[in-house]
């Protein structure tokens, strides 16, 4: 069974509390049981993860390596923006498929938000897609997985 790690960084479990007009009203719980239910509609395994600590994602992508997943689709939150060590940790467990997602459109917002360090390291970035972005990313790791078998 395809195994994909999703992992979500800081204040990302205040989605549906902070900024609906940014991040939308469904909350955090919500997205995670729709990750599930897409997860199992595509036989996929999908293990949600939260943390507010740049460590525990870095320990995680790590842990995505050894425990041979088969993915990561990754919304860094803030740290998308500041920590080179998610995007050393991206790229030290090349060729484990890292999609980068963002519900809002980085881009479009303040422009320190539009540097990140890991995507060049990431087979692809969904951003401003909403909470979809996250079912895409689920989608492009399972075609990547299926183009390298």
Known sequence: ???????????????GIREKNIYGTM???DIIELIGEEA?????EADCRQSNH???????IQEAYFAQYDGI?????AYTHTSIAIADAVKAIAPV????????D???REAFRHISYAAPYCIAQIKGHGVKG???????????????D
């Open 134 to 148: 996250y079912i895409e990313a689920m989608d492009l790791i399972i075609r990547h997985q299926e183009q390298a």
């Open 1 to 15: 069974m395809t195994k994909i790690m999703v992992l979500n960084g800081p204040n990302l479990n205040m989605v």
């Open 73 to 77: 689709v990754m919304n860094p939150g």
């Open 97 to 104: 498929p890292v999609v980068e997602v963002h519900i809002s």
């Open 54 to 60: 740049e460590g525990d994602l870095v320990d995680w």
């Open 106 to 108: 980085i881009d479009e």
């Open 27 to 29: 909350s955090f719980h």
């Open 40 to 44: 199992k509609k595509r036989g996929i």
